[in-house]
């Protein structure tokens, strides 16, 4: 079974109609990087697998569990869909280590010790244990993008999504950060990962999707959609970000 | 000189009347700041138009029309009594409430976003997000406006005098007539209300320290 499987989904904000009709699956374990121009409904796409967005038409299962079904509770579903975001959205006024333990905890997923423990685990595991107990506010847009990424795994998701997770940082810091989602993906995570880094979707991805006018227009290994694109649309997008 | 000293033991009962029915009525207050605040987010069109209409109406009418409408006018029915302190704690309460209930509102809905998205997308519900997550961050950010309406609600208390409530400003009328020296009291009082006032803008300045959004 597909770790997510997309059926005809549709999605339009009041008459504008951002996602016309797209389908696909992702296999567990398997990494899939969505590139397109932007307000091609990159960051849209993502947000209806964990229902950020309302869904307007088709399906969404997450590890065979309707997303859109309201018998099943969304929350619960969440769990097990990390996301990480362009901007990071780390809680300002908690430290480190309480954006990691608190979903953990409310959610009564772990007991307080048990969360810090596996923190802390985590924390060094993006290189950031010494930040344990300092606040978001102290740290470079880097270490806050690689906190963002932990507090994510701090819920033991089956599935990673990430917004353009480091189009605002400086590029100095990329390179830590596109580190720990490569760890990650050879750890054998399911993700997906909305980038205009190519290099790292040509090096990290299993397949490449091309997103344009609300449709997946071209899907494919990496070394084929960049190698050997079939559509024109893919063909002019790749000739201006190559 | 003389008559403030004599007249002390009566300022302090006023004083301590004064501190009383501003701290219940603020803490009250808040509370239904809150609810309002929370009702005139939620998604429920009949939820907001209560809160509307009850900020509306508080704001637009002046507080003395609102205490002689609880005091005198809920008074008039039979399965109604509030004494004077009650009644004048209740005004106080839902005046500040519908002015907190704007601060609150303002107040959430400056919180960014995306830290609800990052809450939601955790597994937190809509409840947790917003206790965890959305007031502290807003109440930190309100704090000033919050200290300000509060300060507002401590001045209208001396208005509960004009029903007879014992407090710090009815104090200092019955002194006067006993003594006619309004010059003396009067600035006796002022000083006290600003001495209070004072203390109250410390406290608000050490909490804002202290709960810097880092
Ligand atoms: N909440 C929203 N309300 C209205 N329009 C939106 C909303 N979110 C996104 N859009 C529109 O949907 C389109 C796709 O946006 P987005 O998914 O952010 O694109 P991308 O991530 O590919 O740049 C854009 O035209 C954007 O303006
Ligand atoms: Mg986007």
Not at chain 1, 187 to 208: C, K, P, S, W
Not at chain 2, 51 to 76: E, M
Not at chain 2, 117 to 138: D, F, K, W, Y
């Amino acid at each position: 079974m597909s770790m997510i499987q997309v059926n005809n989904l549709k999605k339009s904000f009041g008459d504008l109609e951002v996602i016309k009709d797209m389908s696909t699956a992702v296999e567990p374990s398997e990494v899939v990087c969505v590139i397109g121009p932007s307000g091609s409904g990159k960051s849209t796409f993502l947000r209806c697998l964990n229902r950020l967005e309302e869904i307007s038409g088709g399906h969404v299962y997450i590890d065979g569990v309707d997303i859109t079904d309201p018998k099943n509770n969304i929350n619960q579903i969440r769990q097990n869909v990390g996301m990480v975001f362009q901007h990071f959205n780390l809680f300002p006024h908690m430290t480190v280590l309480d954006n990691l333990t608190l979903a953990p905890v409310k959610t009564g997923k772990l007991k307080p010790e048990a969360a810090e423990k596996k923190a802390l685990v985590l924390l060094d595991k993006v290189g950031l244990a010494a930040k344990a107990k300092a606040y978001p506010g102290e740290l470079s847009g880097g270490q806050k993008q690689r906190v963002a990424i932990a507090r994510a795994l701090a819920m033991d998701p089956k599935v990673m999504l990430f917004d353009e997770p480091t189009s605002a940082l400086d590029p100095e810091v990329v390179g830590d950060v596109l580190g720990v989602m490569k760890d990650l993906a050879k750890e054998g995570m399911t993700m997906i990962v909305v980038t205009h880094e190519m290099g790292f979707a040509a090096e990290v991805a299993d397949r490449v999707l091309f997103i344009d006018g609300g449709y997946i227009v071209e899907e494919n290994v990496p070394k084929e959609l960049f190698g050997n694109p079939q559509h024109e649309r893919t063909k002019a997008f790749l000739s201006k970000v190559l | 000189m003389e008559t403030i000293i004599e007249s002390l033991p009566m300022l302090w009962e006023g004083l301590k009347m004064t501190l009383y029915i501003f701290a219940v009525a603020i803490v009250l207050g808040f509370l239904i700041g809150l609810v309002m605040a929370l009702l005139r987010l939620s998604p429920l069109k009949i939820l907001n138009w209560i809160a509307k209409i009850f900020v509306d109406a508080i704001r637009g009418t002046p507080f003395i029309v609102q205490l002689f409408f609880i005091y005198f006018g809920l008074n008039s029915f039979s399965w109604v009594s509030l004494d004077k302190e009650w009644a004048g704690i209740v005004t106080v309460a839902i005046n500040a409430g519908a002015y907190f209930a704007e601060i609150i509102r303002a107040g959430i809905q400056s919180i960014d976003k995306g830290q609800t998205e990052a809450a939601r997308s955790l597994g937190l519900t809509q409840s947790q997000n917003m206790r965890h997550i959305v007031l502290p961050q807003a109440f930190r950010r309100m704090l000033p406006t919050i200290t300000n309406q509060a300060i507002i609600s401590l001045k209208d208390t001396s208005l509960l005098s004009i029903i007879g409530v014992a407090d710090l400003t009815q104090r200092g009328r019955v002194i006067v007539s006993a003594t006619f020296e309004p010059f003396t009291i009067y600035l006796a009082l002022g000083v006290m209300y600003f001495v209070i006032i004072y203390l109250l803008s410390l406290l608000s300045g050490y909490l804002e320290r202290r709960f810097v959004l880092r």
